[in-house]
């Protein structure tokens, strides 16, 4: 007897490491337990490139400068310029600068029918779009990334009451509970 009371102490401080990891181990396990949040570290988001190896291009891929605003990007066509419509791609809350086509849908294979440069925080209309089906495609100059933007369509149409088009706005950075949802694709789809 006197020799457990001589190690109770010792087994009891045991005890107390063990039951208390075992407590600490649960609370990691179980995303229900109240003090789940409590025990689980918390590590803020933090943003991590698509391509630990990218490097941010110095010029397009043709080889013209960025435009120091947005802007078209120098030596890419000018496509279906014959539309009254206007298309808006909106980086206003984007963090990073983005080089994007507006792509034709319609077009055997699809086509990029505008090629230019978008400054995070900013917007750049495309003006006189002509109707008919489109996609932005995008790509993170500072990660890589690369992302589609969900289908729209570009409408024009006469009726008694005078001419009606439609036009978009689209906005091409990640937004919490946002109305569409990008879509990653590879650099062939680009």
């Known amino acids: 007897m006197r020799r457990f009371a001589r190690n109770a ?3 009891l401080f045991i005890a107390a490491i063990v039951g208390g990891l075992g407590y600490f181990w649960y609370g990691h396990r179980d995303s229900l337990s109240p003090l789940s949040s409590i ?5 803020p988001e933090q ?4 391509n630990p190896f990218w490097d941010r291009p110095a010029a397009a891929p043709n080889g013209s400068p960025w435009p120091k605003t947005s ?3 120098a030596g890419y066509p000018r496509l279906n310029v014959a539309g009254i419509a206007d298309v808006v791609a909106d980086n206003s809350g984007g963090s990073n600068d983005l080089f994007v086509k507006l792509i034709d849908r319609d077009q055997t294979p699809m086509k990029a029918v505008r090629v ?3 400054r995070s925080k900013g917007q750049l209309t495309l003006q006189r779009v002509k109707p008919g089906h489109y996609d932005l495609r995008y790509m993170n100059l500072d ?3 690369i992302q589609r933007s969900t289908a729209f369509e570009v409408t024009f149409k006469t009726t008694s009451e ?6 978009w706005t689209i906005g091409l950075y990640d937004a919490v509970d946002g109305n569409t949802q990008p879509e990653e694709i590879t ?4």
């Open 47 to 50: 943003s991590v490139p698509s």
């Open 162 to 167: 005078g001419e009606e088009y439609t036009g």
């Open 116 to 118: 230019f440069f978008l």
């Open 71 to 73: 802007n078209y990007v």
């Open 187 to 190: 650099q062939r789809e680009f």
């Open 39 to 43: 025990l689980t570290p918390q590590f």
């Open 9 to 11: 102490g010792k087994y």
């Open 143 to 145: 990660t890589g990334r």
